[in-house]
């Protein structure tokens, strides 16, 4: 989603703090995913796995990291049966997520649980998300920092003040609810 050098810059940590770097990348892009309820960030072998349920006549699924650079594996099965391989001939990725069962002469539909095992996601989000991200790194460390900062401090009548301490930064927050996906 954010290559680490950029990351480096927008941050402003120099390069002796290589793992908190690393460590803060990761917890914004987990805090990312979280926020907009979807996988971005590059996946390799990301493994999973379908229910189909009732829904007997399924003939394509929608896989959670896009974009799909490979597929692996698909393995399927039935209630009462083991996974089995599916061969590659047997199904087409269409778009940027989407798997379709096929066969040589018509469509198929997959069983009760397909598994599938691929590799997918953003290795670098637009601009405006990268942005987001370092905004909400900032934000963070200012948070987490020693002397702690008082976002907003309210008096009420008859005493006791109230301290407001918000999670996400504005731009983060925002962008957040603008990608969250929609169920």
């Known amino acids: 989603m954010i290559k680490l050098e950029t990351f480096r810059q927008g941050v402003g940590l120099t390069a002796g703090d290589e793992d908190d770097l690393k460590l803060l990348r990761l917890t914004v892009i987990k ?20 229910s189909i349920g009732d829904q007997k006549e399924k003939a394509s699924l929608w896989l959670d990291l896009w974009p799909v650079t490979s597929i692996t594996s698909i393995y ?7 996974f089995a391989l599916v061969d590659s001939d047997e199904y ?12 040589q002469t018509n469509w198929r ?7 599938v095992t691929y590799t ?3 290795d670098e989000a637009d601009e405006d998300i990268q942005l ?15 002397e702690q900062i008082t976002v907003q401090s309210q008096n009420f009548e008859g005493g006791a003040g109230v301290m407001l301490r918000p999670d996400f930064h504005p731009m983060f927050k925002m962008l957040a609810k603008l990608h969250k996906k929609k169920s």
């Open 31 to 50: 805090m990312w995913e979280e926020a907009t309820k979807r996988l971005w960030n590059s996946r390799t072998d990301h493994v999973e796995t379908h």
């Open 76 to 82: 399927e099965r039935d209630l009462d049966e083991d």
């Open 92 to 103: 087409n990725l269409t778009g940027r997520r989407q798997i379709v069962r096929v066969s």
């Open 109 to 115: 539909y997959w069983k009760s649980f397909v598994q």
């Open 120 to 122: 997918g996601g953003i």
């Open 132 to 146: 987001a991200l370092i905004a909400q790194a900032k934000f963070m460390r200012t948070r987490l920092a020693k």
